[in-house]
């Protein structure tokens, strides 16, 4: 277990690094949850980049044949955002234990 601080990959935008480095420095993290947590950090880049995006162009564009069609940001926005979602709750900062609500799967089954 590593108790130094780190600094965020340069690869974030200034805010998501700033966010990386405020948990990194908050909570007591080995290296495969600065992986989760750097995994988190791009997918939340990731939506915001998505949402810009939709900002400029809309949500709805005409294809070639004039018809309207959702705009692919969309699905890369919720896609990042689930990402993003599912990453932080892999890291489990509030630590507090969750009940797993997934149903098991058979024996037997892989």
């Known amino acids: 277990m590593t108790t130094t601080t780190t600094k965020a990959p ?10 990386w480095e405020t948990v990194e420095a ?3 993290l080995t290296e495969h949850h600065k992986m989760l947590l750097t995994l988190a ?6 939506s915001v ?11 709805v564009y005409t294809d070639r ?7 692919p940001a ?12 599912r990453l932080m709750r892999e890291l489990d900062l ?4 969750t009940p ?4 098991r799967r058979a024996r037997g089954v892989r």
Request: proline share 5%; charged share 30%.
């Open 65 to 71: 044949f004039g018809a309207p069609r959702k705009h």
């Open 100 to 103: 797993d609500i997934r149903p």
């Open 10 to 19: 340069r690869h974030l935008t200034s805010t998501t690094r700033a966010w």
């Open 49 to 59: 980049q998505a949402r810009q995006q939709l900002k400029i162009d809309g949500i």
């Open 74 to 85: 969309i699905s890369i926005e919720e896609q990042a955002r689930s990402g993003f979602a």
């Open 26 to 28: 908050t909570y007591v």
């Open 94 to 97: 509030d630590g507090a234990p």
């Open 41 to 46: 950090a791009e997918a939340w880049d990731r």
